[in-house]
């Protein structure tokens, strides 16, 4: 699976539990850290959760493993990380503050429905 695979399949994964406002950026050129994130929201602590353990598990099922999860324990702002593809799933609040859409304002961006 390549990279934009990648990270169209981790956002079909979070609409798949009800995640909003899905949006890939794609950041290859921009940053030697990661060439997309996906960012989702959730409504909840638990829905935040049931999002990333849904994108675990089916990326798990397509023989990928993330290399880290930072902040499940919270679940107010949890990364999932597989190297090239990062995942970024928040509570619709912490989504406003934090603002990476802005922060990223020049990356190609797709929105997913």
């Not at 849904?54 to 990364?79: H, N, P, T």
């Not at 999932?80 to 934090?98: A, K, N, S, W």
Request: proline share 1%; glycine share 8%.
């Amino acid at each position: 699976m390549d990279t934009r695979d990648k990270a169209h399949e981790c956002g079909r994964l979070a609409l798949d539990k009800k995640a909003k406002d899905v949006l890939i950026l794609e950041l290859s050129g921009l940053t030697d850290i990661t060439d997309f994130f996906v960012l989702a929201s959730g409504t909840s602590e638990r829905h935040v959760k049931t999002i990333c353990d849904g994108i675990e598990q089916g990326m798990k099922e397509k023989g990928l493993k993330a290399l880290s999860v930072e902040g499940y324990d919270e679940g107010r702002w949890v990364i999932i990380d597989y190297g090239d593809t990062m995942i970024h799933v928040f509570q619709e609040p912490l989504r406003e503050l934090y603002d990476l859409e802005n922060l990223w304002i020049e990356a190609k961006r797709e929105t997913m429905d």
